[in-house]
């Protein structure tokens, strides 16, 4: 069993992207590979593409049973758009399954343009983390797209900063997400921590301890922290010591 859905307003690529065949056939440029998937970027008319193609369900089980990854995926960034997140645009989508087993699947987004992802922007010290309104706006859209999120009792649970695009704009984007899930009662309390954990560990070294409890109280929108934030904040601040 197999099925491929190529959105109608790229009908005119329906040659190279209208099939699961044709996507696996496609050549372009390698950006990364792993035992499971890779990505590679190809043009057509001007306009950029990340295809990432699976042969792997996941690992463990996940290989035989469950939702397979390329399927949390794309699931989780139609939930993105549903839910008023900025994220790239789905051109195309779909799996291969034999015997009920899956057997490869792809994802393709269309590039969200003049974009740079904030991991890369903190390595290189981009000036603007040095202009306080830039930080604060996008503090703010972050903030915002965290909670509501959280509100849904969904985990990212990869929320680094080389997921996070901004554009001259300074618009915010959320890309990649095939590990995140909806949880409930305690687990979904551990995940929160940790997407907020994830988040503070490249801005504990690149913005001031004010910008960083500006975002929280953003995140929880309050203006003070009352007693359970604070216990909160010190498990974000602890989450990864001792793990790497």
Known sequence: MSGWNLAPEYAELSDEFGSLQAVFALQGQRLTRDPLSEVILVEFAGVRYYVKRYWGG?????????????????????????????????????????????????????????????????????SRFGDPHWVATISAQLARATRILHDHHFAHNDLKW????????????????????FWWGPLLS???????????????????????????????????????????????????????
């Open 190 to 244: 551990y995940r929160v921590v940790k997407d907020l954990a994830c988040l503070d560990k490249v801005a504990s070294k690149v913005l001031s301890r004010c910008q960083r409890l500006r975002f929280y109280l953003q995140y929880c929108g309050r203006e003070r922290l009352g007693s359970t934030d604070k216990r909160r904040v010190r498990q974000i601040v602890k989450f990864f010591e001792g793990r790497e």
């Open 58 to 126: 996941g690992k463990g089980l996940r290989r035989f049973v469950g939702r397979p990854r390329v399927k949390a995926e794309w699931q989780n960034l139609k939930n993105f758009a549903k839910w008023g997140i900025p994220t790239a645009p789905i051109v195309a989508y779909g799996l291969e399954r034999r015997l009920g087993t899956f057997v490869r699947g792809a994802l393709i987004t269309r590039e969200l343009e003049n974009t740079l992802d904030m991991a890369h922007m903190a390595k290189h010290q981009d």
């Open 162 to 181: 080389r997921n996070l695009l901004v554009n001259e704009r300074a618009e915010l984007f959320l890309i990649d997400c095939p590990t995140g899930a």
